[in-house]
């Protein structure tokens, strides 16, 4: 199969709308884990995160099914190796996060007992409460929620380091779907 010179319609909404919720989901969870909100202001917010949550499973599971069928386009230019590599590291982490984000905060809640209801359209329900998976889940929900905080910085410094720098199209080529400037 051969790659594509540039990203599809399709690619760029996928990129762009899963971009703006996760880095949304990001904050908020910065928020909701670092701020000192009472329990009674704290509890409803954790019920929309949870939500979104869900919503961003179900969207990221497109998102990565298709990044997967379509591929990744062709290098706009070519890059040292050890970028290359970090980049591509980068994207693997960032696609990997769209789903294990949501699956980790969702394991971590129906395992501690507390079932996750989607704005009330549908429920996945509490299980007994298994105290290793609970944490298990909830360790890696932390733990990847920084690590992809300081994975979206080091892909957007590098779009416009790439963009304003090494004026090479990577930036214009999601944005537009052009493989060419001007």
Known sequence: MSRPLTYGPISRVNHWLIAIVMIG???FGLYLGYSDLPREERGPLIGIHRSLGVLVLIVGLWRVGWRLVEGFPIEAATLPIWQAR???????????GVLLMPLSGIISSVFRGRPVEVFGWFTIPAQSEVDWLAALGG????ALGISLCIAVLVHVGAALKRHAIDRDVTLIRMLTGRARQG
């Open 25 to 27: 989901m990001l904050c």
């Open 86 to 96: 970090l980049s591509r590291w980068i994207h693997w982490l960032l696609l990997a």
């Open 139 to 142: 360790g890696i929900h932390s």
